[in-house]
C-alpha cells in the first residue's frame, strides 16, 4: 500500500510542482512526501532484512540524531555552515521541520539499498558518497525552491563544501548500525529505481528553476546508478559462469 501512496503522491506532486503553481494552503505536502518517502525506503529494507520491529527502532535513532544534529546546525553552523529552514516543509522545533528526520532515513536507507559491498567499513564509505552525490542535486534546488536560506557565498550555488563533508561523514557513520545481508536483484533494482526517481524529480524542478547544469547532473547520477546495477549483474553473471565452468 504504502508504494502505491508514494507513487501516487510524487507523480502528483511532480505535476503540480513543474506545471503549476503549489497553493500555499498545500504546503503541508512536501512534508508528507517526505514522511512517505522514509516509509517507502523502511519497507524496501524490511524486505531486505526481513527485520521490521528492529527497523523501526533504528530509524526512530537515525531520525533522532540527524534531527539533533540539523537543531545544531542551524543555531551553530556547525557542521554544515550557516542556515535557516523556512516553513515550506510544515512544523518542526528549534528551527527544523520535522519532515527534515524523515528525508534523513529516507536518503540513508536508499543509499544502503544500492550499495553492495561485503563489510561494512566499505558499505559506509559507498553510502557516503551515494548521500552526497544525492545532494548535490537536492540542495541548490531545495535552496532555490527557498526550503532553506544558506549564508554562504560558495561558489556552487551558495552551499558551503563542510555540508557536503558533513553528509558523508553523517551518513557513513549512520550506515554502521544497519545489518549487512545480501540483497537480492530484484530489491537492488527497486531501490536504484527509487534514488532514480528523486534525482529526476530535483533535477526537472531544478532546470525550471533555471539551474540546468544541475538537471544534467541528475541525469548522469541516473545513469551512474544504472551502471552500477549493470556492473553488478555482469559481475554476478561472471562469478556464476566461473564456478559452474
Known amino acids: 500500500m504504502i508504494s502505491v501512496i508514494f507513487w501516487i503522491w510524487y507523480s502528483i506532486g511532480l505535476v503540480l510542482m513543474l506545471f503549476y503553481h503549489v497553493p500555499d494552503a498545500l504546503n503541508f505536502s512536501n512534508g508528507l512526501f517526505l514522511l512517505f518517502f522514509a516509509i517507502y525506503a523502511l519497507k524496501l529494507e524490511k524486505e531486505h532484512t526481513g527485520q521490521y520491529k528492529k527497523l523501526i527502532p533504528l530509524a526512530l535513532v537515525v531520525g533522532t540524531i540527524t534531527f539533533t544534529i540539523e537543531a545544531v546546525g542551524v543555531w551553530t553552523g556547525i557542521p554544515f555552515g550557516q542556515y535557516a529552514y523556512s516553513s515550506v516543509l510544515g512544523i518542526g522545533v528549534f528551527g ?13 536507507i536508499n543509499a544502503l539499498l544500492i550499495s553492495n559491498t561485503h563489510s561494512k567499513w566499505s558499505r559506509a564509505i559507498e553510502v557516503g558518497i551515494w548521500v552526497v552525490l544525492f545532494d548535490l542535486v537536492l540542495d541548490p534546488v ?16 551558495g552551499i558551503p563544501v563542510e555540508n557536503f563533508i558533513s553528509w558523508f561523514l553523517i ?59 549493470l556492473l553488478d549483474q555482469s559481475r554476478q553473471k561472471r562469478f556464476i559462469s566461473n564456478r559452474f565452468s
Do not use: D, H
Request: charged residues 10%; hydrophobic residues 60%; positive net charge.
Open 96 to 108: 527544523v521541520p520535522f519532515a527534515i528526520a524523515c528525508a534523513w532515513v529516507g536518503v540513508l
Open 171 to 229: 551518513a557513513a557513520i549512520l550506515s554502521l548500525v544497519f545489518p549487512l545481508n545480501p540483497m537480492s536483484e530484484g530489491l537492488r533494482r527497486k531501490g536504484t529505481i527509487l534514488f532514480q526517481a528523486m534525482l529526476l524529480m530535483f533535477g526537472f524542478l531544478g532546470l525550471k528553476e533555471g539551474m540546468t547544469g544541475v538537471f544534467f547532473l541528475s541525469v548522469v547520477l541516473v545513469l551512474v546508478a544504472e551502471g552500477r546495477v
Open 142 to 157: 531545495a535552496y532555490a525552491r527557498g526550503f532553506w536560506s544558506w549564508e554562504s557565498t560558495s561558489a556552487y550555488f
